[in-house]
C-alpha cells in the first residue's frame, strides 16, 4: 500500500515550458486534490476533484489544469510554465460522502523551479 | 468564507519543556479541525483531528489538543517536547458541507538542546 505517489521529485523548468505533475493513491479515496506550499504562506488549494469526472477550482488556479484520469489518478498540468509557479507542489487524497470531507492524505510533493 | 490564523510563525523551545501552538479558525457551521506536522522536506502527516464529542483530542506522538468553540480555537499541546519534535505544523479546517479544507501559515518549532 504506497499511499500517495507523486512524480516527479524534482523538476527545472524554463519559462513558457509546459509540463504534467502526476498523482495516483492506491486507498481507494473518491477526493483528490493539488495544493502549492509557498513560504509563509502554508498549502493554497489549486483544484480538487470530488469524485471521478469532476474538477472544481481551488484558491489559486490560474495558470493551471488538471485530468482526473480514473479514480487513482489525478494530474496538474502548467501549460506556460512561469517563474511565480516556483513552489513545492502537494497532491492528496481522501474519502468524502455528503456529511463532509475527513483526513486527506499527502503525497511527497514534488518541488518545481522555473528559471 | 473559511480560513485559520496561526499567530506565531516561529516558536523556540527547549527539549523537554513543554509546548503550545495556537490555532484559531473562521467556519460558518460545525467545523472539522484538523493539525498537521511536516517534517523538512517531507509530506504532512496527520496529528490528530476533531470532528465531535469530547472537545479534547488525543493524537499521535503524544500531542493533543482542546476545541473551543466560544473561542473559535484549537490549539495544539504537548507536556514534554523532544528534539524530533522540530518540523512545521499546519492547523487546517473544513466542514459537514465541504470538500474542502483551508490551512493556516504553519508555525515553525525549533527545538533547542
Known amino acids: 500500500n504506497a499511499g500517495v505517489t507523486q512524480t516527479p521529485k524534482f523538476q527545472v523548468l524554463k519559462t513558457g515550458q509546459s509540463m504534467t505533475l502526476q498523482c495516483a493513491q492506491d486507498m481507494n479515496h473518491n477526493s483528490m486534490y493539488w495544493y502549492r506550499q509557498d513560504p509563509g504562506m502554508g498549502l493554497r488549494l489549486i483544484y480538487y476533484s470530488a469524485s471521478e469526472g469532476t474538477t472544481d477550482k481551488g484558491e489559486v488556479p490560474n495558470g493551471y489544469n488538471v485530468s482526473r484520469l480514473n479514480k487513482r489518478e489525478f494530474s496538474l498540468r502548467l501549460e506556460s510554465a512561469a517563474p511565480s509557479q516556483t513552489s513545492v507542489y502537494f497532491c492528496?487524497?481522501?474519502?468524502?460522502?455528503?456529511?463532509?470531507?475527513?483526513?486527506?492524505?499527502f503525497g511527497p510533493g514534488t518541488r518545481l523551479t522555473v528559471l | 468564507a473559511q480560513s485559520v490564523t496561526q499567530p506565531d510563525i516561529h516558536i523556540t523551545v527547549s527539549e523537554g519543556a513543554s509546548l503550545e501552538l495556537r490555532c484559531n479558525y473562521s467556519?460558518?457551521?460545525?467545523?472539522?479541525l484538523f493539525w498537521y506536522v511536516q517534517s523538512p522536506g517531507q509530506g504532512l502527516q496527520l496529528l490528530l483531528k476533531y470532528f465531535s464529542g469530547d472537545t479534547l483530542v488525543q493524537g499521535i506522538k503524544g500531542f493533543e489538543a482542546e476545541f473551543k468553540r466560544s473561542q473559535s480555537s484549537f490549539n495544539l499541546r504537548k507536556p514534554s517536547v523532544h528534539w524530533s519534535d522540530a518540523a512545521e505544523y499546519f492547523c487546517a479546517v473544513g466542514g459537514s458541507n465541504d470538500y474542502k479544507l483551508s490551512f493556516g501559515a504553519g508555525t515553525t518549532v525549533t527545538v533547542r538542546a
Open positions: 467556519y460558518g457551521a460545525t467545523p472539522y
Open positions: 492528496a487524497s481522501t474519502w468524502t460522502s455528503g456529511s463532509g470531507t475527513d483526513t486527506q492524505y
